[in-house]
């Protein structure tokens, strides 16, 4: 079992920065993929990025060039940085941890972008 922990979602205006990070109850082996999905109002949950040990890293196209998803080891933490948020960026943010046999979710945290 992974337990994951999300934080620092909120109300931001368009333009604007905001800091997601997710907590991770162990640590990330080799084999193991976290990553951040999204799931609009009314919309299927996305994939917005995805980071492994290895270094390699997803992103969706709409979100290249304004977020960063970086993993901090010694904390067992991901965060995701998003900086130029778009109205279109509403959505509910889920952490994920993937394992070769599981798939493990956060609860989730609001983001929205409204002026």
């Known amino acids: 079992q992974v337990q994951l922990v999300e934080s620092g979602g909120g109300l931001v205006q368009p333009g604007g920065s905001l800091r997601l990070s997710c907590s991770a109850s162990r640590s990330m082996s080799d084999s193991d993929t976290m990553a951040w999905y999204r799931q609009p109002p009314g919309m299927a949950r996305e994939l917005v990025a995805q980071i492994r040990t290895v270094g390699v890293i997803k992103y969706k196209d709409s979100v290249i060039g304004r977020f960063t998803i970086s993993r901090d080891s010694g904390r067992n933490t991901v965060d995701l940085q998003m900086n130029s948020l778009k109205p279109e960026d509403t959505a509910v943010y889920f952490c994920?941890?993937?394992?070769?046999?599981?798939?493990?979710w956060g609860q989730g945290v609001q983001v929205t972008v409204s002026s």
């Open positions: 994920s941890f993937q394992t070769r046999k599981s798939n493990y």
